[in-house]
């Protein structure tokens, strides 16, 4: 099934991670990223590649990126959805090349293997995502900073997993992540209780980033990963910190609007 799959790549100065990312995907007829006008050498690395098609939009959120890939001219039914830090992994190519999806289903969900400077951990927080799909039934929305993919159909799974291997720097990561907590500390201020997930409960009475320390060293069992087990969760404890401060930011302002 592999020629009947074009990957999505989303990328903007991705230059420390999109070489390996475009690697792996060998094996597509013609692999679509879609650009927002990176200044690094992100648009030079994928010239390399010939199989890439690379097109730049301004950026305005990752669901409208999404949506505006999925109307280019694309000479396939399926689409591999990925982020430019996402890597098929030498299992995930064997099944999809062997994947004979039956005509009732639309998608698939992947899992991810989590790594951290090259060693794999042994479990994550990374949700799996819809990233195999029919195109032509599938749009994305915004949810928070997160981007989720409507699915007309039935969604299977696949048993191999998608690796996940960000190196870019870390003062990028951290950039991200105040931005991200903005969008996620307003999300979660509409949203009723009865609609939140057991994460997003303790995010609401403020003990998520002490839960997530416990939960990832232990639960997950992180702690046996040593020093990239630790890293990980400091990056969770510092992500569910961010989100915290920017709740409370949030709490003032609308206080003091009120008030005033």
Wanted: proline share 4%; hydrophobic share 40%.
């Amino acid at each position: 099934m592999l020629q009947q799959i074009t990957p999505i790549v989303l990328s903007y100065n991705e230059a420390p991670n999109i070489a390996r990312t475009l690697s792996a995907l060998s094996w597509a007829t013609e692999v679509l990223v879609i650009d927002s006008f990176s200044t690094d050498s992100t648009p030079q690395i994928c010239s390399e590649f010939k199989n890439v098609r690379f097109i730049q939009r301004r950026f305005t959120s990752f669901s409208e990126q999404c949506n505006f890939a999925l109307k280019q001219d694309l000479s396939t039914d399926w689409v591999l959805s990925m982020d430019a830090d996402y890597i098929v992994s030498d299992s995930l190519r064997q099944e999809l090349a062997s994947l004979a999806p039956d005509s009732q289903v639309s998608g698939f969900d992947i899992e991810f293997d989590y790594v951290i400077n090259g060693h794999k951990l042994r479990g994550s927080l990374y949700p799996a995502r819809t990233c195999l799909y029919r195109h032509q039934q599938a749009h994305y929305r915004q949810d928070g900073h997160a981007h989720r993919v409507v699915i007309e159909g039935l969604v299977s799974k696949l048993s191999a997993k998608l690796q996940h291997d960000d190196r870019k720097p870390y003062s990028r990561w951290l950039s991200s992540q105040r931005s991200y907590a903005k969008q996620e500390a307003a999300k979660l201020a509409l949203a009723p209780w009865a609609d939140l997930s057991w994460p997003d409960r303790f995010r609401v009475v403020g003990i998520a980033p002490l839960a997530v320390v416990a939960h990832t060293l232990f639960y997950k069992g992180l702690i046996v990963d040593g020093w990239p087990g630790l890293v990980y969760t400091w990056q969770r404890f510092v992500a569910e910190s961010y989100l915290q401060l920017a709740r409370l930011k949030l709490a003032r302002a609308r206080s003091k609007n009120s008030k005033g």
